[in-house]
């Protein structure tokens, strides 16, 4: 799967997604540092990387509806620590071996998966 991570995730991480099998870049890689979340919300869905963050904004659906997406992946820990969210992204190498996060949410917490399915329209 392709990746990006956030600015807010440690750079660190990419490799160990890398190790994983996941073609994974990061914001500052290609030169988005400090680019607005809507733009890197566009960046993402054009370039179909999954986006991993800790910036709660992304668990907005409303503002970035994930089934644009190739998916949204938001981090939550008690911190950002390397070593929090270092156990937070080997869940999240884990989850991608069964599933893909395409056009949900998922919020990833020590111990747990959420995921926030579309809401589908009934034909009438």
Known sequence: MKIKLDECVDARHAEFLRQAGHETTTVRDQGLLGAADTAL?????LEDHILVTLDLDFSDVLRFPPERTPGLVVLRGPNDLFHTVRILVH???????W???TGRLWIVEPGRLRVHEPAYEADE
Do not use: G, I, S, V
Not at 91 to 97: E, G, I, S, W
């Open 41 to 45: 919300y566009e960046h993402c869905t």
């Open 91 to 97: 869940t999240l190498a884990n989850a991608l071996t």
């Open 99 to 101: 599933n893909t996060p």
